[in-house]
């Protein structure tokens, strides 16, 4: 898609947003687009799930509900990197281990924060990893967190093998979730990564106490060892409540 045609399927979102539910001619008049060119652009805005037709059967457009979720968690983004990082850095001190901070974006986690670990070996992802629900820490802990229903719509999809070590069948899956609850962190030893271990909890943010974060101590396997897994997990869930706190969950 052109650059031309990218500013155009914006104009034409920011106009049914505005004059919402919006009917072909009356967008097509307000852009002054042909009629085929704001069509063609009003399919693939619904194909990328910003539109959908209105449900009178009218031939008119509204928006979904995708630029407010978004827009939401960006807003919580930044309350949570100016409560969270200062504590993070604490825990990172304590640990002497990296630190990752992921958001949900649809069915993974985006990594929006990492405060890297002294040591010369150490884990470490790229801003805006995708991190999978089902073999990485963070998601783990996200996905422990989520209602039963939701939690059984990931578990009925392929799980793709990350390592030799991932998990991918369900019933293991459900077993280790009730552990993460039970306890109220995440493990996992070389799920995502070879020779990487992390321990991760998810964060409830506002009174809804809807999760809308999570994070993780990660570093090498040679040196988180389980003998530290307990410790790391309480001071994990130490941070986990006073970033809570300070949030209003």
């Not at 947003?17 to 060119?37: E, H, M, W």
């Not at 979904?64 to 504590?87: E, N, Q, W, Y």
């Not at 998990?167 to 552990?179: F, G, H, S, W």
């Not at 990564?193 to 321990?199: F, K, Q, R, V």
């Amino acid at each position: 898609m052109s650059v031309n045609s990218v500013t155009t399927a914006l104009r034409v979102f920011e106009e049914v947003a505005a004059a919402q539910p919006a009917g072909l001619s009356d967008l097509a008049r307000r852009l002054d687009t042909p009629k085929s060119t704001v069509q063609r652009c009003l399919k693939t805005l619904e194909a990328a799930g910003w539109v959908r037709a209105a449900p009178d059967d009218s031939g008119r457009w509204v928006i979904t509900g995708k630029a407010f979720s978004i827009g939401s968690a960006v807003a919580a983004g930044a309350d949570l990197r100016a409560v969270a990082m200062p504590i993070l850095s604490e825990l990172q001190a304590q640990t002497g281990e990296t630190i990752h901070l992921a958001l949900p974006d649809g069915d993974e986690l985006v990594l929006i924060e990492r405060l890297d670990s002294p040591h010369q070996l150490r884990a470490f992802l790229p801003l805006g990893t995708r991190l999978p629900l089902h073999a990485a820490s963070n998601g783990k802990a996200y996905l422990a967190s989520l209602p039963d229903n939701e939690i059984e719509e990931v578990l009925r999809r392929d799980l793709d093998r990350r390592t030799p070590r991932t998990i991918t069948d369900p019933d293991a899956l459900r077993e280790e979730i009730a552990e993460i609850r039970a306890r109220g962190y995440a493990i996992t030893e070389q799920e995502l990564h070879d020779g990487i271990t992390a321990i991760a909890v998810a964060l409830r943010l506002g009174r809804s106490g809807r999760t809308a974060a999570s994070f993780s101590i990660s570093g090498p396997s040679l040196r988180i060892t389980p003998d530290l897994y307990e410790d790391y997990g309480r001071q994990a869930l130490e941070a986990k409540t006073r970033i809570e706190r300070f949030l209003g969950a």
